[in-house]
């Protein structure tokens, strides 16, 4: 009401929205021109790799107008959002039932019940989970398979590397927070700590083992950026205190590297969000009910 | 010290007022005292006549009915309905003039008509008096009214505070915006010894009393006014009259030539709106006591007392309420590091200086503030 005279600006989702543009592009060269060009997938895949982020927005905004929501993260936008950090080998079937399960569980769970799981993070895992039990799990396309190509200097400033179907653009993930951190809205306390704890990490796990390559190799992740900036501060899902922001991140950047070097570099550190959401679920409860007696 | 923000602001809101006088109101109404709830046996009344103990008449006129009114901070309230005959009859005053420079202290004390402002002379060892003259709200210009209008009366009525109280000094908080002020102040300034003008930041809230004093580093000894009460000061003290009457800011989107209207305490807003602008702006949304602070009062039984600002009038726009994201943006921008969320979501009674930054920061245009004066959801 009071806000009539606020001049609004453009709303954070739609920022996060106009980065998804540029992820999905980058996305499409290195896994669908690149290996087109090089023969090893048919033409279709230049078009079909297009209907995961396209099919994700529209399931999400039809969810929206059946059941009459409106919500500032809307179903659409976490159709997009999900979508990108997928694997390659993700079947469009089982990509559709993990979304109607995201959209159910946002809408009725998450928005109206007020939970803080963090939904996206959870299908993720969870979808991952039956790929690598049906056997399908796999991030690399056929040219990083084959082992016969080497990216380009221009690809690797370009900053791709083995990722989730859209988010291997390290330039484009790093250029999307830098713009983000003009935001007001965007928690970027959030990716910064945990980022700095997972160098201390890495540096410390380095030096620990003399191997200066891994330190290289994993310094700039194209996943972990990509969890770290877009999936991290989501606000639904993040704390807002001071202290539970740093407890957060602490417990975030920190599990990055165990869970990487427990499961792997793609999954660890989904697990490490997961885990941290988790925790700061658990701490909340535990203070609302002390504070309830 | 708390971190205060700057506001955006409207650019299509004039704050160009002119200046506009209503003093011929049909009929005035006064709210009532809490204990006395009942009519005064007296039917004529003088203006300037102390009709309750701090509650003076501000027309001549018949004392009609006692009517449910509603002042702005949104409490329905018993008034005495006061006729006007137009003839503006004085009650002869209470003493006779005398210059404020050969005052003792005692006197001007008791020179007082307002007892709240006499309040803040009562301590020992004033050493400071820090003037604010920046308008909270930012669709409200009275303070900025009043200084452009009385700056040498201000400035005159400041500097025989200084010399009844030897030793001290003063300070005239304004925003380092309003350009015009700080030069019509820096034209007299060189008469008056021991008055300073101290330039803030363009933030919310830098004007209210503990920003202020916690920005200038004054923790004791001082005494903090408004330049509307500086004003009232001086109608007091050297024109021996209780204050009768009160500006009134109306700007806003709706408003073409915005204004500040003096006008007498206990007019109606829509008697006032109509006899000013010809209309009572019934199909916009009118914001009493400004757009940050403020809220939307039926203007058919608002009574316009002292403690009221101005209106802000909008044109009604579609704000849809989403659900809360949880960005805890409100907690951040909380002066007074309350958290908003707890009145919002669990109905707790929470610590509130009601200036409204909660709800203009929310991204979901939840109106948080309503929350935290404890009204209940729709």
């Keep these: ?293 | 010290m708390a971190k205060l923000i700057p506001l955006d602001i409207d650019v299509s809101v004039s704050k160009e007022v002119e200046s506009k006088v209503f003093l011929d109101p049909d009929f005035v109404y006064l709210p009532l005292p809490k204990q006395k709830q009942e009519m005064k046996k007296e039917i004529h009344i003088k203006k300037g006549m102390e009709l309750f103990r701090g509650m003076y008449a501000p027309i001549s006129g018949k004392l009609a009915s006692v009517e449910k009114c509603i002042v702005p901070s949104g409490e329905e309230v018993p008034c005495l309905v006061v006729s006007n005959d137009f003839q503006e009859k004085n009650e002869k005053l209470a003493a006779t003039r005398k210059r404020i420079s050969h005052m003792t202290k005692e006197a001007f004390l008791d020179s007082f008509f307002d007892e709240v402002l006499r309040q803040k002379f009562l301590q020992e060892n004033i050493l400071t008096f820090v003037i604010s003259g920046i308008d909270e709200d930012p669709y409200c210009c009275n303070e900025v009214f009043i200084q452009k209008q009385y700056t040498k009366i201000l400035l005159e009525m400041l500097d025989a505070l200084l010399n009844l109280y030897p030793g001290s000094k003063a300070m005239i908080a304004l925003k380092n915006t309003d350009s015009a002020l700080i030069l019509q102040y820096n034209n007299f300034l060189g008469m008056f010894r021991n008055i300073e003008i101290k330039l803030m930041e363009d933030l919310y809230l830098i004007g209210r009393e503990e920003f202020l004093t916690s920005k200038l580093h004054i923790k004791e000894n001082y005494v903090y006014l408004r330049a509307h009460e500086l004003y009232a000061l001086y109608l007091q003290i050297k024109k021996r009259r209780p204050v009768l009457e009160t500006f009134v800011s109306i700007l806003g989107d709706a408003i073409e030539n915005p204004c500040v209207v003096e006008t007498k305490l206990g007019t109606k807003a829509k008697e006032l709106l109509q006899r000013v602008y010809g209309s009572d702006f019934s199909s916009y949304a009118i914001y009493t006591n400004g757009i940050m602070q403020g809220r939307v009062l039926d203007i058919e039984r608002l009574v316009i007392t002292p403690d009221c600002l101005g209106f802000v009038i909008m044109k009604k726009k579609n704000t849809r309420i989403k659900s809360c994201i949880k960005c805890g943006k409100c907690i951040t921008v909380c002066p007074i590091h309350s958290n908003p969320l707890l009145a919002y979501k669990r109905g707790k009674a929470v610590r509130c200086i009601h200036c409204g930054l909660c709800s203009y920061i929310c991204p979901s245009s939840i109106p948080l503030e309503k929350y935290l004066r404890g009204e209940k959801d729709e």
């Design chain 1, 1 to 293: 009401m009071s806000r009539l005279h606020k001049i609004i600006r453009i709303p954070l989702t739609r920022k996060y929205l106009l980065f998804f543009v540029f992820l999905v592009l980058g996305g499409w060269y290195k896994n669908a021109f690149l290996p087109v060009k090089e023969g090893f997938y048919s033409n279709t895949q230049l078009y079909f790799l297009f209907f995961y982020p396209l099919l994700g927005g529209f399931l999400g905004f039809l969810f929206d107008k059946v059941c009459r929501k409106k919500f500032v993260y809307s179903n659409a936008f976490f159709g997009v959002l999900f979508s990108l950090g997928l694997p390659i080998s993700t079947p469009l079937s089982v990509f559709v039932i993990a979304c109607f399960l995201l959209f159910i569980l946002n809408t009725f769970f998450i928005q109206k019940k007020d939970w803080d799981l963090h939904v996206v993070v959870f299908l993720h895992l969870l979808l991952v989970g039956y790929l690598f039990f049906s056997q399908q799990y796999e991030y690399s396309n056929l040219l990083e398979k084959s082992g016969l190509f080497v990216y380009t200097f221009l690809d690797q400033l370009l900053g791709f590397q083995g990722s989730g179907l859209f988010t291997s653009s390290v330039v484009l993930l790093l250029v999307s927070f830098l713009v983000l951190c003009f935001d007001y809205y965007y928690k970027k306390e959030i990716p910064l700590t945990s980022y700095g704890f997972y160098l201390l990490t890495l540096v410390l796990y380095s030096f620990w083992k003399m191997d200066m390559a891994f330190l290289l190799t994993h310094v700039f992740s194209s996943t972990v950026l990509f969890v770290l900036v877009f999936l991290a501060p989501l606000d639904l899902f993040s704390p807002y205190s001071k202290k539970r922001k740093t407890m957060y991140s602490f417990l975030l950047g920190v599990g990055i590297l165990p869970f990487s070097l427990w499961i792997n570099f793609y999954e660890g550190v989904y697990f490490s969000l997961f885990l941290a959401n988790l925790l700061i679920i658990l701490l909340n409860a535990i203070q609302n009910r002390l504070f309830r007696s």
